[in-house]
């Protein structure tokens, strides 16, 4: 695999048809080693390994109904749910250590060899991690041995200041692990390898994360597992959870840079510093570092929700994506998109947002895929006329827009789902109108910025014919099943699996035929994709185990609640700002589980029903991606487009503008969200089923206003440029939009009428001044 960056195709390398080939590869990042030899197949047979074992465990019960296959030779398969999401973290950071370094490559060979020295510190550093390993091998007979006390079924593992036990976890795993962990991330830092080698240091951090997953497989078995979060948890539990939590804060850095985990050491100082702290930031006790990261390893915690998600559906849809790269069904979807939109003006950019709201969709995080169809779409959009920052930020706010598409919405919707307990499909139902909203706006802010500029399409020969995109339109059947299967009540795992199988039985009818060397090759593929995601979601799960641990969350609502009291938009626009705040720097799927966990709570005490409270918060947390000064998306445009980064962001923050009214307008009319009004059922407010005539006048009234919005903001307006009162006054009538009401919506039409009239009859120049009665 090479460099993917390297090879974007620049303006005036575009000439002739435009066929998409690889966009929905994954970059090389510059930290990501190359193996070769046996390297490369030890790797890649682990990520193989990795992929497939979550594949069989999600559905080694489904299998054996659908088959009638006797698997119960498998032990304990399906695994248990917390020894699942251990091993799922494990696997992923010693898949991470073994593929990305602690830095990025360079070609200087006097680096590698001052670094001969570090590395025979990082090989010693195996001592400690195999005395770590040779302990736990110990409390493995022990527990087995069938010595030790049983209470309510379980074996009790308690361990006690001057007990042997105690002294073991302390002193033959406990401290040898840290070292081993601690030194090995400390001496990454500094070690240099060649590209195509396995830093000693990061040898040592796999052992380390092999360590811990089994210590906790063991320990968590056995009665210990009732004292996790209190001042009664097994040492060895706080020293397995410490390194375990280091080693996930490091792959992090690693894969997604210093953002999240900045944000993390926060809340991690905070933890430690409550307690010292005034106002509504304060806890009345401090806790203890045995205590804290007792609780920070569990259900509550690094393996609570985010993990669930990430173990299941995450993992699942990477692997149909990667089906997806390996069948080439993915450059179809953007082939068949430069047939339908490449002719209209301003085609580029009007395929990103077809292209860019599918693949990211599927993708699961906005700067990913900007990287993999922007390095297509952007040199496209400066070709016909874009200037190279909207260029950018077109691509950017298309893949932002990726994440609230349903059916899989980036994997946010399954996040919502185990979170909030909605079952899912009702979620992707509820997220229909608001993504049709958001996408009609980027069309028209695309569209009225190609009319202003007077743009043209792209040639009849610069496209892919549609009439032979039409003879394929059949590898839309991967799609296509998994939203029937959806919605025919099949779960979200065995709908996947079924789309992940299409997919490659319909790569049979194409030059692209998957045999079992292309299906081994999707689940290494997949299993490489997932580092990332998995990383942010362990990482996230810091976050959560804070929140959960301190209760600072419930704190939060209480100034919602006080807010609300002087004004409910008040709380609504405080809400927005720190579901920004906290989800900037940060990919989709953290920022959500982040915001979820401080801010949706204090909406729902508001008397805001479920479902509207967390899509009110997802969608500010997607939007951080293209929101100034942080915006991951455009960040990644930019380095595209060769734009300046901060123009880039403020553009996509403008062509984006939808998805900061969007939730406005879905709290202040339920019907957006397939809801009714608000009643109240068994002491919470829910909504009631909508009539059919609220749903059709909600949609078709605020795409009105959408459209409306948009053409103030872009200054096009029914074909003219209008004068700057008048767009002014179109701003006006969208806002009047957003309540929902019958009179809002009449008199923002009749302002839409009004202004139409005036442009018509008038005409006033576009910088003109505000007409006055009586002048010349």
């Known amino acids: 695999m090479t460099d993917q960056t390297a090879q974007q195709p620049t303006d005036d390398q575009i000439d002739g048809p435009v066929l998409a080939e690889g966009v929905d590869e994954e970059p090389v990042e510059g930290n990501r080693r190359l193996f070769s030899g046996w390297m490369f197949t030890a790797t890649a047979g682990l990520a193989f390994i990795y992929a497939a074992f979550h594949m069989a465990a999600l559905n080694g019960l489904s299998i054996s109904s659908w088959t009638g296959i006797d698997i119960s030779f498998l032990p304990r398969f399906p695994m248990e749910t917390w020894n699942f999401r251990i091993v799922h973290i494990a ?214 929700p985010t993990t669930a998600v990430s173990s299941t559906y995450i993992i699942l849809f990477i692997i149909f994506a990667a089906f997806l790269q390996a069948s080439k069904v993915g450059d179809y979807f953007v082939n068949f998109a430069f047939a339908a939109a490449g002719r209209a003006r301003g085609g580029p950019a009007k395929v990103a947002i077809f292209a860019s709201g599918l693949m990211g969709m599927i993708n699961g995080t906005s700067a990913g895929n900007v990287v993999a169809t922007g390095s297509l779409t952007i040199p496209l959009m400066k070709k016909v006329g874009y200037r190279k920052q909207t260029a950018g930020a077109v691509e950017a706010a298309a893949s932002t827009g990726g994440q609230i598409m349903p059916p899989i919405m980036g994997a946010g919707a399954f996040i919502m789902a185990e979170i909030t307990g909605i079952p899912y499909q009702e979620i992707a139902i509820a997220a229909i109108i608001p993504a049709i909203l958001y996408f009609t706006s980027i069309y028209f802010m695309v569209d009225f910025e190609a009319a202003k500029l007077g743009m043209k399409g792209m040639n009849e020969d610069e496209i892919p014919k549609f009439r032979d995109m039409a003879r394929r339109v059949f590898l839309f059947l991967p799609i296509v099943i998994l939203i029937a299967a959806l919605f025919m009540g099949y779960s979200v795992i065995r709908a996947g699996t079924l789309a992940t199988g299409a997919a490659a039985v319909v790569s049979w009818l194409t030059p692209y035929r998957m045999g079992p060397r292309s299906i081994v090759k999707a689940f290494e593929i997949a299993g490489t994709m997932s580092i990332q995601i998995i990383a942010v979601c362990a990482c996230a799960g810091i976050i959560v185990g804070v929140i959960s641990l301190t209760g600072v969350g419930a704190r939060f609502s209480a100034v919602l609640l006080d807010l609300a009291g002087v004004s409910q938009l008040l709380a609504l626009f405080f809400a927005m700002c720190i579901a920004i705040l906290l989800g900037m720097g940060m990919p989709t799927t953290a920022a959500y589980a982040v915001a979820a966990s401080v801010v949706a709570p204090g909406l729902v005490q508001l008397g805001i029903p479920h479902l509207t409270a967390h899509f009110f918060v997802f969608y500010f947390a997607v939007v951080s991606a293209i929101t100034p000064p942080v915006a991951l998306a455009s960040y990644a445009a930019a380095g595209i487009s060769g734009s300046n980064p901060m123009e880039t962001s403020v553009a996509s923050f403008k062509i984006g503008i939808a998805a900061f009214i969007v939730p406005f307008m879905f709290f202040y009319n339920g019907a957006l969200l397939m809801q009714g009004p608000i009643v109240e059922v068994a002491g919470e407010m829910v909504h009631e089923a909508p009539a059919w005539y609220n749903l059709v006048r909600a949609g078709v009234t605020a795409i009105f206003g959408i459209f409306l919005l948009s053409s103030g903001i872009q200054g096009w307006f029914m074909g003219s440029r209008p004068a700057w009162f008048l767009r002014a006054a179109l701003i006006i009538a969208a806002l009047l939009m957003i309540e929902g009401g019958i009179i809002t919506d009449l008199i923002g039409v009749g302002t839409a009428v009004a202004i139409f009239v005036v442009q018509r009859i008038f005409n006033p120049a576009p910088n003109a001044p505000i007409p006055v009665r009586g002048a010349d």
């Not at 079924?153 to 040898?176: K, Q």
């Not at 070292?179 to 390898?193: D, H, K, P, Y």
């Open 91 to 304: 696997g992923a950071l010693v898949l991470g250590f073994a593929l990305y370094a602690s830095h990025k490559f360079s070609n200087e060979a006097a680096e590698v060899r001052k670094s001969r020295l570090l590395s025979l510190a990082g090989y010693i550093l195996i001592l400690p991690a195999l005395l770590a390993g040779y302990t736990v091998i110990t409390f493995i007979v022990q527990i087995n041995s069938g010595t030790l006390p049983e209470m309510g079924g379980l074996i009790t593992w308690g361990s006690f200041p001057g007990t042997d036990t105690y002294n073991a976890e302390v002193y033959r795993f406990g401290l040898p692990l840290l070292v081993a962990t601690g030194g090995a991330i400390v001496l990454s830092w500094f070690e240099r390898q060649a590209r195509s080698q396995i830093a000693a240091a990061d040898i040592v951090l796999a052992l380390c994360a092999v360590v811990v997953a089994l210590y906790l497989v063991v320990i968590y078995g056995t009665a210990a597992r009732n004292s996790v979060g209190t001042s009664f948890v097994p040492i060895g539990v706080a020293f397995a959870a410490t390194a375990g939590s280091a080693m996930i804060l490091e792959l992090t850095r690693r894969v997604t840079g210093m953002a999240l985990v900045v944000i993390t050491g926060i809340f991690l100082l905070y933890t430690f510093t409550a307690h010292l702290l005034p106002g509504i930031l304060a806890v009345q006790n401090p806790y203890s570092w045995q205590r804290f990261f007792g609780h920070v390893y569990s259900d509550a915690g690094i393996i609570g």
